[in-house]
């Protein structure tokens, strides 16, 4: 493994065992029943702060909601090059181990949703229609963080134009931002949900960026 690759790994580890911990403490720490319905919820004088400085913007959590089907869109996308690819090479040993190693990240981030709407953390600081629905870690923030950066590096292998790349890039970043403040501001989440969300993505990211870089270069 590359010098660069192995800082790379140990970072994504570094970044997951964070998570981890960071899980445990919420379970354990500062728990309270501060949400609807009696719900409990770790970090609770800090979540119940904030969660009491932005409110509840129904709003922002609806456009944010039907934002999040842009970044399935990637997915979508990047699942159909390959569809094509594995046709035409009639060899799934031919496609792009770029977009190999691409679908295996995707199906480790569903595997993580999946995980965490069986085993729940805690619950939203809302009811969403009338419902208590599970919200750590924050599963929009999740889907954002994993896949607009690595559409970005799919695309930067796959455009030539260097301003294009750069142009793309940029509007990817502004999106992914702008979703996971909007996240945030909009009430629907706690805040160890939004933090709890990043770290996984992120850990998630720098494990794809070291899988790929050793697989691909």
């Known amino acids: 493994m590359k010098k660069r690759n192995k800082k790379n790994f140990g970072i994504a580890i570094g970044l997951l065992v964070t998570f981890v911990v960071w899980t445990i403490a919420i379970c354990y720490l500062d728990v309270q029943t501060i949400g609807p319905k009696g719900s409990s919820v770790g970090f609770a004088t800090l979540n119940g702060f904030f969660h009491n400085l932005t409110g509840v913007h129904m709003q922002i959590y609806t456009i944010t909601d039907w934002l999040g089907l842009v970044p399935l869109c990637f997915v979508l996308g990047f699942a159909l090059l390959g569809l094509i690819q594995l046709v035409k090479r009639r060899s799934l040993f031919k496609v792009d181990y770029?977009?190999?190693?691409?679908?295996?990240?995707?199906?480790?981030?569903?595997?993580?949703?999946?995980?965490?709407?069986?085993?729940?953390?805690?619950?939203?600081?809302?009811?969403?229609?009338?419902?208590?629905?599970?919200?750590?870690?924050?599963?929009?923030?999740?889907?954002?963080?994993?896949?607009?950066?690595?559409?970005?590096?799919?695309?930067?292998?796959?455009?030539?134009?260097?301003?294009?790349?750069?142009?793309?890039?940029?509007?990817?970043?502004?999106?992914?931002?702008?979703?996971?403040?909007?996240?945030?501001?909009?009430?629907?989440?706690?805040?160890?949900?939004?933090?709890?969300?990043?770290?996984?993505?992120?850990?998630l990211v720098m494990l794809y960026v070291s899988v790929s870089s050793q697989i691909c270069d």
């Open 98 to 203: 770029s977009i190999l190693v691409l679908g295996g990240f995707y199906i480790i981030v569903m595997a993580a949703y999946v995980f965490f709407e069986i085993f729940v953390i805690n619950y939203r600081p809302v009811l969403i229609e009338g419902c208590l629905e599970a919200s750590y870690p924050s599963s929009t923030t999740m889907l954002v963080m994993c896949v607009m950066p690595t559409a970005v590096m799919q695309l930067n292998e796959r455009i030539g134009k260097k301003r294009l790349r750069k142009m793309i890039a940029c509007i990817l970043s502004i999106f992914t931002v702008f979703m996971v403040v909007g996240r945030f501001l909009s009430g629907v989440h706690w805040m160890t949900d939004i933090i709890g969300g990043a770290l996984l993505s992120a850990g």
